[in-house]
């Protein structure tokens, strides 16, 4: 694996992603550049995706009736910590120079371990992958 250095101190990666809303934004963009897709029919024109009426991040494809959210098919996918907890999380496991535990997690982020497990396996696993939100978090820590 890189080295990768560490570039942006948490307390900046903190105030770049303040709000779980930023973070969503955040990935949204990374993933789908604005447009989101259907995880289902792959349909991506803007006129037959629309914002679910109450739940904001939640869309629905008018095309298969589908309703996903920036989480499908994703590492996050059917999680349910926050989108900030799993930025934070991936930032973490991406910048340790030497791993990071699942006690650390734990701990810094205020999950239960088995949740932690989960979630350090799926970054892991996402890591193997290059994974397009990894290699965003990559970019975040070296910009
Ligand atoms: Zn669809």
Redesign the pocket.
């Known amino acids: 694996m890189t080295q990768y250095t560490n570039t942006i101190s948490t307390f900046e990666l903190l105030e770049r992603f303040p709000t779980e809303e930023s973070d969503r934004l955040y990935f949204e963009q990374k993933l789908w550049n604005n447009k989101p897709k259907?995880p289902?029919?792959?349909?991506q024109t803007p006129k037959q995706i629309y914002h679910h009426p109450s739940r904001l991040g939640l869309y629905c494809?008018k095309?298969?009736?589908?309703q996903f959210s920036v989480r499908n098919n994703t590492l996050m996918h059917a999680s349910k910590i926050s989108l900030r907890k799993w930025l934070y999380g991936m930032y973490l496991v991406v910048t340790a120079r030497k791993g990071i535990s699942s006690y650390q997690l734990v701990k810094e982020l205020g999950i239960t371990q088995k949740s932690s497990w989960f979630m350090g396996h799926r970054i892991h696993k996402a890591c193997k992958n290059n994974n397009v939100i990894i290699s965003g978090i990559i970019e975040i820590d070296e910009t």
Request: charged content about 10%.
């Open positions: 259907c289902s029919c792959a349909n494809c095309c298969c009736k589908t």
